[in-house]
Structures are given as structure tokens and as C-alpha cells.
């Protein structure tokens, strides 16, 4: 028999991180809800308590089921050390809190999730931190921001809503060369897609609420990286308190568990309606980094293994269009949410970039008829069709109007 070195990823999420917590025989990982543990010997309790030996103390610093979500994630991450927090917003703050002080300087995108823009417009600057966005896609421009000097550069790609993309390699390198922390929001990829710490990344963080989980149930958050690095991060987040429940901990380890099985579907029914609705007349823009025409396929081809389950499309007649759509879908929900089972949409202007004016969307190249699409593992045919008599039916309502 010939010897593998490297555990498959789609192995390594039925099993990675799990042996270490299993009790009395079982097959499955317990929900442990206890908040304090307790401790005969004293001093081996103060040992735990001053990290000298592996333990654990109080639900806000550790707790074996939310340390199990963390090593599988961790390793499919390929990282050696992980922290998880109460959702994903909570791992991208207290991230940027544990390393930024008055004076320093960020450099980013314009495209990031709406939260961890409003984070970079609202929060960052009153506490004397300077943030450049960048045009999302234009690395050039990146590169002159990067090396004017920054402690932390901030990656997302792909981007919410329009699927933009930035070559993590590239960036990471600049960021490397001036001295900054590198720090990539994988989220959209997922680790089946992308893995940032092996293109140069120092930090990867996920929104564990999206396609981790994937059954849209569980909140949560994560963070994977270097040990020293991490460890700042830990104590930030346990002396602050933006801990993962259990519960929810146990719900995005199950999820993950078929995340192989549902990135694969996600990604095969994406590409299929991205090229049927390229097709479609009343269809002005289709989003997605798969399309050879997309502005930086190319690079999108080099990170990742396949382009995702995330894509946006606008349509002729803008708003009053996308209100007709919508609500004549019949397999998706109209939702603010992403990365489920369940094929979900929703307008821009509703769910990723509700906090914008249309003057700041349409600066973000976010047109008004955009509809946002995270393709759920459904039957190809039956979302194509679905989506063809909704749009039909759209049509067919302008004829008569
Ligand atoms: C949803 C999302 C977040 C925030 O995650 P929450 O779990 O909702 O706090 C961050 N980044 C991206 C790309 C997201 O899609």
C-alpha cells in the first residue's frame, strides 16, 4: 500500500479535532454546558489556572466542546494555534483591538463585510487609528498604500456582494516586506476553497456563522494563526468576553463535518446559474470570479480551488425589478444571511450594504437592481428553473404594466 503523506481536507473535516474530546465511548463529541470545573487537588487546580497544565477553569477562557470546533478548523486551516469567538464581528474586533494603538495605521479595501467596514469608517478612527481603503481589485494602488507603512493590512476576497478579488500572495508579500500583520477574512472561500496561511497570511478569521456551520443556526467566529499571535488574541477575548457558546460550538462542528460535500454543491450551482443568467436579456451584470470575463479570474484561478458559492447579478429596471423577482422565487430564502444549505438572496441595498446611501453604493459599484445569491446544495435544475420563471414572471409583469 503506498503511503499518504498529507490527510485529505474533506477527511480532515469528518475527522480533525474530535478524538481528543470524545467520553465513555462515544462516537460524538458532548455539548459540555458545565461553566466551572472542579478540582480535588489544589494545586494541581492552581497549575491549570496558571497555564502550566491543560485544563480547564470557567467557560469564558475554555471549553472542551468550543476547543474541538477550534482544532478541526485549525487544522484544516493548516494553522498551529486558534481562537473562537461569539460570532464572526466579535473575532474581526477583537483581533484588531488586541494588536492596534492610538497612532497606527491600516490599510484594507472598500469592499470588506459591511460590519467590518462600518468598524474601519465609525470605530477605528475615534480612537486615533488611521484606515486607507483601497479600491478592491486594484493591487497597484494597494502596494503605494502598503508601502507608505501600516502595522496591519486587511484582506476579504472574495467580496461581499460584487465577488471582487485581491491576490492574497501578492499583498501578503508587500504587507510582509513593510512590516505589517497580515490578515485575510476567509468567510467566503471557506478553507475547501482557500487557505490564506499558506499564501503568506499571518491571520485567517471566518464568520463560523456562514458556511462553517452551514445550516444557518449557530453563531460564531474564528480566528487561526501563529501561536504567538494568537495567544495575545486569547486573552483579549477572555478577559473581554466575546466567548462561543457550546451549543453553538457543537452545531458548526457538525456543520463542518459535510463542508466538502456542501462547498462542492455550493460551487457546482453557482457556476451553473452564473453562465444561465450571463444568458438572460433582462440580466445586465453577472458577478462571480468562475466566469473567464470576471476582471481577475486569473488570480482567482492561482488561490483557489474552485470559485465558491457566493455570486451577485443586477438586473434592467433596477429596484422596481429586483421587487418583482424576489418574491416569485420559490426555493430561496429572502434573507440577510449566506453560506447555507438553503439557497438565500437579497438586494445590496438591503442586506451587505444596508448601512451605505445609494451615492456610496453606486461608488462601490453596487447597482441597485443587484441581487446577492448564496447557491444551498438544491438540484441544479431546480434553482436554474426557479430562477428562470421568476424572472420570467418579472418580464412578463413589465409587459403588462
Ligand atoms: C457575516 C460575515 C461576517 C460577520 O460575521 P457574523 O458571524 O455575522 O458576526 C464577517 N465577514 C464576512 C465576509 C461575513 O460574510
Known amino acids: ?24 465511548g462515544a462516537t460524538q463529541v458532548p455539548v459540555v454546558l458545565s461553566v466551572a470545573y472542579n478540582y480535588d487537588d489544589i494545586d494541581e487546580w492552581f497549575d491549570v489556572a496558571t497555564g502550566k497544565k491543560a485544563g480547564h477553569i470557567y467557560g469564558r477562557n475554555t471549553n472542551p466542546t468550543v476547543q474541538s470546533f477550534e482544532d478541526k478548523i485549525k487544522e484544516m486551516e493548516g494553522a498551529e494555534a486558534v481562537t473562537s469567538f461569539s460570532t464572526g464581528m466579535a473575532a474581526i474586533s477583537n ?30 478612527p475615534r480612537q486615533q487609528i488611521e484606515v486607507h481603503l483601497c479600491d478592491t481589485g486594484n493591487m497597484a494602488e494597494m502596494e503605494k498604500e502598503i508601502n507608505k507603512g501600516c ?3 486587511y484582506l476579504e476576497t472574495p467580496t461581499n456582494p460584487t465577488v471582487k478579488i485581491t491576490d492574497i500572495e501578492r499583498m501578503a508579500k508587500a504587507g510582509k516586506e513593510a512590516g505589517a500583520l497580515v490578515i485575510v477574512d476567509n468567510t467566503f472561500a471557506t478553507p475547501m476553497n482557500q487557505r490564506p496561511l499558506a499564501l503568506g497570511a499571518d491571520l485567517v478569521i471566518h464568520s463560523a456563522t456562514k458556511f462553517l456551520g452551514g445550516h444557518a443556526d449557530a453563531l460564531g467566529g474564528v480566528v487561526c494563526g501563529r501561536k504567538a499571535l494568537i495567544e495575545p488574541i486569547f486573552h483579549y477575548r477572555e478577559i473581554n468576553g466575546a466567548t462561543m457558546d457550546p451549543m453553538a460550538a457543537y452545531l458548526v462542528l457538525r456543520g463542518m463535518k459535510t463542508l466538502h460535500l456542501r462547498v462542492r454543491e455550493q460551487c457546482k450551482n453557482a457556476m451553473a446559474l452564473a453562465l444561465y443568467l450571463q444568458k438572460q436579456d433582462i440580466v445586465e451584470d453577472v458577478f462571480y470570479p468562475g466566469l473567464p470575463d470576471h476582471p481577475n479570474h486569473d488570480i482567482a484561478k492561482k488561490q483557489m480551488d474552485d470559485f465558491g458559492g457566493m455570486l451577485s447579478f443586477s438586473v434592467k429596471g433596477g429596484i422596481d425589478t429586483v421587487r418583482k423577482v424576489l418574491p416569485k422565487l420559490q426555493f430561496a430564502h429572502r434573507a440577510a444571511n449566506l453560506g447555507a444549505v438553503e439557497t438565500t438572496v437579497g438586494p445590496a441595498r438591503t442586506t451587505s450594504h444596508v448601512e451605505c446611501t445609494p451615492e456610496e453604493r453606486a461608488a462601490l459599484g453596487i447597482p441597485e437592481g443587484l441581487i446577492r445569491v448564496s447557491c444551498g446544495i438544491e438540484a441544479t435544475d431546480d434553482i436554474i428553473h426557479d430562477f428562470e420563471q421568476a424572472l420570467q414572471a418579472a418580464k412578463s409583469d413589465k409587459l403588462l404594466s
Open 1 to 24: 500500500m503506498t503511503h499518504k503523506k498529507e490527510i485529505d481536507l474533506a477527511t480532515k473535516t469528518v475527522w480533525a479535532g474530535e478524538a481528543d474530546y470524545l467520553v465513555h
Open 151 to 153: 502595522e496591519i493590512l
Open 95 to 124: 483581533t484588531l483591538a488586541t494588536f492596534l494603538v492610538p497612532g497606527d495605521r491600516i490599510v484594507s479595501i472598500k469592499d470588506t463585510y459591511g460590519g467590518t467596514n462600518k468598524i474601519f469608517s465609525e470605530f477605528l
